[in-house]
């Protein structure tokens, strides 16, 4: 019972929420891309001529701000081990990002250039149980930053998803060991109650 009120009650938020409207007047596949705009309003990350990874895409809101941001000059590679419909000016691969033929690939698509922005909008299946959700959103933010850290321009930046919690801490320490400068973002489509915030590294370390 409690999940069905749960359930209900999500519907009704989701229905009334004034950024799921305005994805659909348009056309973003998700509310989450006008996170990505906020963000990218302010920090300039998307620059015309470099090229973006997007780790764990679907359904690919942030891949069209990408797409759109870099006006043709550049290239958006966007990962996902689920099913993505294509979007013009993106070059989509299905697949585990930590494995090592995935990682060929993207490298391939790339022409061995480095991105000069890694994406990670990427959260687990949620399970109800706090600290294992909270471990696996913690582990998925590990694995991006140590993308990152392999494979960004020396003047690249790393934007990612994380929840504050356990884990949390630890991870932005993390964070500052690889990047010259670390910030955090609280964009207004990221709700309020959402335990939600993102890390922005800039600059890698040696």
């Known amino acids: 019972m409690a999940r069905s009120r749960t359930s209900k009650a999500w519907m009704r938020e ?24 906020e963000i990218d309003d302010r ?28 006006r043709g000059k550049g290239r958006v590679v966007a990962l996902d081990l689920l099913e993505m419909a294509p979007i013009e000016g993106v ?48 582990r998925l933010a590990e694995l991006g930053l140590e993308f990152s850290r392999a494979h960004l321009k020396p003047d690249g930046a790393f934007l990612v998803k994380v929840f504050q919690g356990h884990g949390f801490d630890a991870f932005v320490k993390a964070m500052r060991l690889a990047f010259v400068t670390v910030s955090t973002r609280k964009p207004d489509a990221s709700r309020d109650r959402s335990a939600e915030l993102y890390l922005l590294g800039r600059g890698v370390r040696g």
């Open 14 to 37: 989701h229905v009334s929420d004034a950024f799921v409207h305005r994805a659909k007047a348009q056309d973003y596949r998700s509310r989450a891309a006008f996170k990505l705009i």
């Open 43 to 70: 920090d300039r990350l998307i620059r015309p001529g470099e090229n973006v990874v997007d780790l764990g895409a679907a359904p690919g809101g942030w891949s069209q701000v990408a797409a759109n941001r870099l």
């Open 91 to 138: 070059d989509f691969i299905q697949g585990d990002f930590c494995d090592a033929g995935t990682l060929e690939e993207v490298e391939r698509r790339l022409n061995t250039e480095k991105p000069g922005l890694v994406l990670s909008d990427m959260a687990p299946n949620i399970s109800g149980i706090a600290l294992t959700d909270q471990a696996r959103m913690m």
